[in-house]
């Protein structure tokens, strides 16, 4: 298997403009997570699916940022409008819920964000 | 106050050196997890534990849940051990619970 696979790996917008991340989990697993990183705050937890469903977005930090994962193996970050501080690499995980590998997180390479 | 603190905040190493880096965290937990952040940024989940000890290779893992406490060791430490490791605990019984320790900077000179 790939891995969890994210795009881009880079990413420079201007602010205001809508910024999408995206993330294709480990086949067979069925919860994917998204987290920032900064260097203030360390890592973040932004939002956790199970099996497609949105199951806590409370890390979510404002409106402007909005996630879906329409289907098992894509899902999406989105930030409208984007603003400097959000500025930071985000990564995307997937564990399965079951087997040896239980609720172990496997990671993405990252994307990271610069909003000018 | 962070409720995942973990020490020091930077470490340097001699090659061979026997390391040590501490997690304290004060809520109540179903599993904590240990993460390796390489030089080149990925994270690699290095261990999940929520009791006793786990050993894989060179590293070590043990947690003492009355203490609220998890230490990772590595042994022979090796240039490449250089890393940032995390310390995260899960809490309140949910997968996605997770709350992360600032890291430790690990550096082994050769």
């Known amino acids: 298997d790939a891995g969890v696979i994210q795009s881009p790996r880079h990413e420079v917008t201007e602010m205001g403009q809508e910024v999408t991340l995206r993330c294709k989990p480990i086949?067979?697993?069925?919860?994917l997570f998204w987290y920032r990183q900064t260097m203030m705050r360390g890592l973040e937890l932004l939002i956790y699916?199970?099996?497609?469903?949105?199951?806590?977005d409370s890390g979510m930090p404002e409106d402007r940022f909005s996630a879906k994962m329409p289907n098992a193996s894509f899902s999406t970050l989105k930030i409208q409008p984007s603003e400097p501080r959000d500025s930071a690499v985000y990564f995307c995980?997937?564990?399965?819920?079951?087997?040896?590998?239980?609720?172990?997180?496997?990671f993405g390479a990252g994307t990271r964000l610069s909003v000018l | 106050k962070n409720e995942v603190e973990q020490s020091p905040q930077n470490l340097t190493a001699q090659e061979g050196e026997f390391i040590t880096i501490n997690c304290s965290y004060s809520?109540?937990?179903?599993?904590l997890h240990w993460l390796q952040q390489h030089p080149g940024g990925g994270i690699v989940s290095l261990f999940m534990?929520?009791?006793g000890k786990k050993k894989h290779g060179r590293l070590i893992a043990t947690i003492n849940i009355q203490e609220k406490h998890s230490s990772l060791h590595i042994t022979a430490s090796h240039p490449r051990d250089s890393a940032v490791y995390i310390c995260?605990?899960?809490?309140?019984?949910?997968?996605?619970?997770?709350?992360f320790g600032k890291g430790t900077k690990l550096s082994v000179k050769p």
């Open positions: 995980a997937s564990s399965p819920r079951q087997g040896r590998a239980k609720n172990i997180q496997y």
């Open positions: 086949s067979g697993h069925n919860s």
């Open positions: 699916f199970n099996n497609n469903v949105p199951i806590d």
């Open positions: 809520v109540g937990i179903s599993a």
């Open positions: 534990l929520s009791s």
């Open positions: 995260a605990v899960n809490y309140g019984g949910s997968q996605g619970n997770l709350i």
